[in-house]
């Protein structure tokens, strides 16, 4: 029998308040507003990198759940997928909003194989907890800029990071609550189709 190796979870190197060396060639920044930075653009285009990557994370989740039979949980995967896509566009927008051309990184190609349902719960409650951690670096960049638009904008991804860990911690709850046994997984897929 061959053993299948746990995937990682993806996890991003640390925000720092210096600008994040991408290696990304973007646009000249011919009218850009004088509100903003290089180490803001900087932070905000590792803020699309990483919600970019969130939606092809979630992405994979999904496909995985719907090749394996969890019918509702894949789709549920694939909203929150939307969504991640959805919350990269913020920062986008603000950028563009200032005069400065987002960045269109490249992305890791996410795991593909999964051990079930819970692993991709846990999973996906880890990648939250990181994904908050670089919106409190946002935030704490914005402050000791003075940023308050930044600041603003860090205050509304970590309303959207509230919303997230709610969601995710449901999922946990319920697996320490009812197991994660064949039965109780079927029961929470049914249960799902109620958060779609």
């Not at 299948?4 to 850009?32: F, N, W, Y």
């Not at 913020?90 to 200032?98: E, K």
């Not at 970590?158 to 064949?182: I, T």
């Amino acid at each position: 029998m061959q053993k299948i190796s746990r995937p990682t979870v993806l996890t991003a190197k640390p925000v720092t308040a210096e600008p994040i060396k991408t290696g990304i060639k973007t646009a000249p920044i011919a009218g850009k507003n004088p509100m903003i930075d290089d180490s803001c653009i900087s932070f905000l285009n590792y803020r699309v990198q990483q919600e970019d990557q969130s939606s092809r994370i979630y992405l994979s989740m999904s496909l995985w759940l719907d090749n394996n039979g969890y019918v509702n949980a894949a789709k549920l995967w694939k909203k929150y997928s939307d969504e991640e896509r959805g919350h990269a566009d913020i920062a986008r927008t603000y950028l563009l909003n200032m005069g400065v051309q987002p960045a269109t990184p490249a992305l890791t190609q996410p795991s593909e194989i999964y051990t079930g349902l819970p692993d991709i719960i846990k999973q996906s409650f880890d990648h939250e907890v990181e994904i908050t951690k670089q919106c409190n670096d946002l935030a704490k960049h914005a402050m000791k800029d003075g940023s308050h638009m930044l600041y603003e904008l860090a205050l509304h991804y970590l309303k959207e990071q509230n919303e997230e860990h709610g969601k995710m911690q449901n999922w946990v709850d319920q697996l320490k609550a009812f197991g994660e046994d064949r039965i109780a997984m079927r029961l929470l897929d049914h249960e799902i189709k109620d958060y779609l």
